[in-house]
């Protein structure tokens, strides 16, 4: 698949990518929620409808920020991981988060309110390594069919 762009500016390209309200959901339910089965996103408090959520799981491989593979031990469930290309996007998160922190609490005053959003309060860049680390680590762990997978 080719993705189109509308111009050649690079804020106008990422949001011709990320600009779908289900984009960085799925990316933030993979990367802070440990999601990874398309049974995992569908049982989400998010609440992403199948046929949307088979568009946009596709549309994340085919840019390049997910990858789609097996468990060895199981081949009819497939498991998506974030590529190098997605973790990247863990900045973009965090910056996303902190400012709904900060300018959403009056109109919607149940975001979360927690150790974790005190931690991201206090250092963002630990906060943003911290998950990368802490998937890294999933990753490595992960039993994967062996079929030519990098996080890249």
Same mark, same amino acid.
């Given at each position: ?12 390209? $990422? @949001? #011709?990518?990320?600009?779908?309200? !289900? ?7 993979? @990367? ?56 990247? @996007? ?5 910056? @996303?988060?902190? !400012? ?15 150790? $974790? ?5 206090? #250092?963002?860049? $630990? ?23 990098? $996080?890249?």
């Amino acid at each position: 698949m080719r993705q189109d762009f509308r111009c050649n500016c690079p804020f106008t390209s $990422a @949001l #011709d990518v990320l600009g779908d309200k !289900w984009i960085l959901v799925i990316v933030k339910q993979m @990367l802070i929620e440990g999601k990874e089965t398309f049974k995992d996103f569908t049982e989400s408090e998010e609440s992403i409808a199948t046929n949307i959520l088979s568009a946009k799981l596709k549309f994340l491989e085919e840019v390049g920020l997910i990858k789609k593979t097996q468990r060895p031990d199981n081949k009819k469930t497939n498991l998506y991981l974030l590529t190098e290309k997605g973790l990247s @996007l863990t900045p973009i998160l965090v910056e @996303l988060a902190t !400012w709904s922190d900060k300018n959403l609490r009056d109109i919607h005053p149940t975001i979360v309110n927690g150790e $974790a959003m005190e931690f991201l309060r206090n #250092d963002k860049t $630990a906060f943003a390594n911290e998950i990368e680390k802490r998937y890294r680590e999933k990753l490595a762990t992960t039993p994967i069919r062996k079929q030519g997978f990098r $996080a890249s």
